[in-house]
């Protein structure tokens, strides 16, 4: 069951074979750029590029590393991205392995069409540590090693992980000869400076209007796309996507929790009474699902402001910014726990009305 081909990135494509053709392929990229542009799709093809067996143009997509690939089953090409925390605190790697295999399951009979992650997904220590485990391996078919390491600002700080933290460091600054580590991000500015310094920067941009027309004719997409009831006019769907086909998968959800989230930020500027509502609103829709959501719609709307504030040099409301982001970020770790999502909203109104940045 072959995931959706890749549309678009025609020049992006070509400048990587041709740095991979002349040897000049950093070993650790990072492609970075608007979510939903097909940055962990293009890491994809990368990785089945540099497998490819072909002898003429890569990838071929019909050698045997090619059908493997495009299968999300070849054993050289490990993807991963955030996941929810296991029940065992401590997990074993197969733990993870066995997460992940899962997880790339549905993704792949999605045909590799898939919703962006909740609120309480991450890439936790024991996924660090999985990885570092399987870099040490040798290939298993393929003459390299395909590391795709999809939202990478998502990587969660554990107290006493500072072993797999520093070790992963080295290894995005040594890699082994037979191993390619591609990181992607929508978020750049939120990765660890440590990280960020690593790997070589590489820009996805959105999609020409010409290869969104293409992706959305594919008919595994229409089907898709018809059964979430996105607006059925092409011309609209073609609006809406903006450049980013993959805006469109689950647009529905992702569009109510940014509302519920831009309506929390305002009651908050309006006075105790109003947010306290407007908590109680967010709280309840669809659980902890819905709530998670709304986190993760609250941290974009707090960057655009975080942008604005930077723009104006002003400092003191960055630093301001900033610091509320910080609690939305730890309701995002202990949502998935039996902290009431009321209790965490309230908290974050709380902040917000501190320290005065709506």
């Given at each position: 069951?072959?995931?959706?081909?890749?549309?678009?990135h025609?020049?992006?494509?070509a400048?990587?074979?041709?740095?991979h053709?002349r040897g000049?392929l950093p070993?650790s990229?990072?492609?970075?750029?608007?979510?939903?542009?097909g940055?962990?799709?293009?890491a994809?093809?990368?990785?089945?590029?540099?497998?490819?067996?072909a002898d003429?143009?890569?990838?071929?997509?019909?050698c045997?590393?090619c059908?493997y690939?495009?299968?999300?089953?070849?054993?050289?090409?490990r993807?991963?991205f955030?996941?929810p925390r296991?029940?065992?605190?401590d997990?074993?790697?197969?733990?993870?392995?066995?997460?992940f295999?899962?997880?790339?399951?549905?993704?792949?009979?999605s045909?590799?069409?898939?919703?962006?992650?909740?609120?309480t997904?991450?890439?936790?220590?024991?996924?660090?540590?999985?990885?570092?485990?399987?870099?040490?391996?040798?290939?298993?078919?393929?003459?390299?090693?395909i590391?795709?390491?999809?939202?990478?600002?998502?990587?969660?700080?554990?107290?006493?992980?500072?072993?797999a933290?520093?070790?992963?460091?080295?290894m995005?600054?040594?890699?082994?000869?037979d191993?390619?580590?591609?990181?992607?991000?929508?978020?750049?500015?939120?990765?660890?400076?440590?990280?960020?310094?690593?790997a070589?920067a590489?820009?996805?941009?959105?999609l020409?209007?010409s290869?969104a027309?293409?992706?959305?004719r594919?008919?595994?997409?229409?089907?898709?796309?018809?059964?979430?009831?996105?607006?059925?006019?092409?011309?609209?769907?073609?609006?809406l996507?903006?450049?980013?086909?993959?805006?469109?998968?689950?647009?529905?959800?992702?569009?109510?929790?940014?509302?519920?989230?831009?309506?929390?930020?305002?009651?908050?500027?309006?006075?105790r009474?109003?947010?306290?509502?407007?908590?109680a609103?967010?709280?309840?829709a669809?659980a902890?699902?819905?709530?998670?959501d709304?986190?993760?719609?609250?941290?974009v709307?707090?960057?655009?402001?975080?942008?604005?504030?930077?723009?104006?040099s002003?400092?003191r409301?960055a630093?301001?910014?900033?610091?509320v982001?910080?609690?939305?970020?730890?309701?995002?770790?202990?949502?998935?726990g039996n902290v009431?999502?009321q209790?965490?909203g309230?908290?974050?109104?709380r902040?917000?009305?501190?320290?005065s940045?709506?």
């Amino acid at each position: 069951m072959p995931i959706t081909p890749l549309y678009g990135h025609d020049s992006l494509r070509a400048r990587l074979v041709s740095a991979h053709g002349r040897g000049a392929l950093p070993p650790s990229l990072l492609l970075h750029g608007p979510r939903g542009v097909g940055k962990q799709r293009l890491a994809l093809w990368l990785g089945q590029m540099l497998l490819c067996s072909a002898d003429g143009d890569r990838p071929c997509g019909t050698c045997q590393h090619c059908r493997y690939a495009l299968d999300l089953a070849h054993p050289d090409i490990r993807w991963f991205f955030p996941r929810p925390r296991l029940v065992n605190p401590d997990p074993r790697t197969e733990e993870v392995l066995d997460d992940f295999v899962d997880a790339i399951g549905v993704r792949r009979k999605s045909h590799g069409l898939y919703t962006a992650p909740g609120g309480t997904e991450a890439l936790y220590v024991a996924t660090i540590r999985a990885i570092l485990q399987l870099a040490s391996l040798t290939p298993a078919m393929g003459r390299r090693k395909i590391f795709v390491i999809g939202d990478a600002e998502r990587m969660v700080a554990q107290e006493g992980a500072d072993q797999a933290a520093n070790a992963f460091l080295k290894m995005l600054e040594e890699p082994q000869a037979d191993t390619q580590i591609i990181l992607t991000s929508s978020e750049p500015g939120s990765l660890l400076p440590t990280i960020r310094s690593r790997a070589i920067a590489v820009r996805v941009q959105p999609l020409t209007e010409s290869a969104a027309r293409d992706f959305l004719r594919d008919p595994v997409v229409k089907t898709a796309l018809d059964d979430q009831d996105v607006p059925p006019s092409l011309e609209r769907r073609i609006e809406l996507m903006a450049g980013a086909p993959g805006t469109l998968v689950g647009s529905v959800d992702r569009a109510q929790a940014s509302e519920v989230a831009r309506e929390f930020l305002q009651a908050v500027s309006q006075g105790r009474a109003e947010w306290s509502r407007a908590v109680a609103k967010m709280s309840v829709a669809k659980a902890r699902g819905l709530f998670a959501d709304v986190l993760d719609a609250l941290t974009v709307q707090m960057h655009e402001r975080l942008r604005e504030a930077a723009g104006r040099s002003d400092a003191r409301r960055a630093a301001a910014i900033a610091h509320v982001m910080e609690v939305i970020e730890d309701a995002k770790l202990r949502v998935d726990g039996n902290v009431s999502p009321q209790l965490l909203g309230a908290s974050i109104a709380r902040e917000l009305n501190k320290w005065s940045v709506l």
